[in-house]
């Protein structure tokens, strides 16, 4: 493994501080959500199906 260079650390650094930053934020979102109807939730899950389908799709043309 190289060793560590100014560029790696520093780009560590930055990651810490938006872990540190977002994820009080993150956690407050998350409490202070709406909850999705039952409605919702299969509109989201009949999308991403036909993504997923889309993308299989897709790959087996390659």
């Known amino acids: 493994m190289d060793d560590l260079n ?3 650390i520093v780009s560590a650094l930055a ?3 938006f872990i540190v930053i977002l994820f009080p934020a993150t956690l407050d ?3 202070n959500s709406p909850q999705g ?3 919702e939730w299969m509109s ?3 999308v991403l ?3 997923l389908l889309f993308i299989a799709f897709l ?3 390659v």
């Open 6 to 8: 100014w560029m790696q």
């Open 15 to 17: 990651l810490v501080m």
């Open 29 to 31: 979102k998350l409490k």
């Open 37 to 39: 109807t039952s409605q």
């Open 44 to 46: 989201f899950i009949s």
């Open 49 to 51: 199906v036909v993504i």
């Open 59 to 61: 790959i087996s043309l």
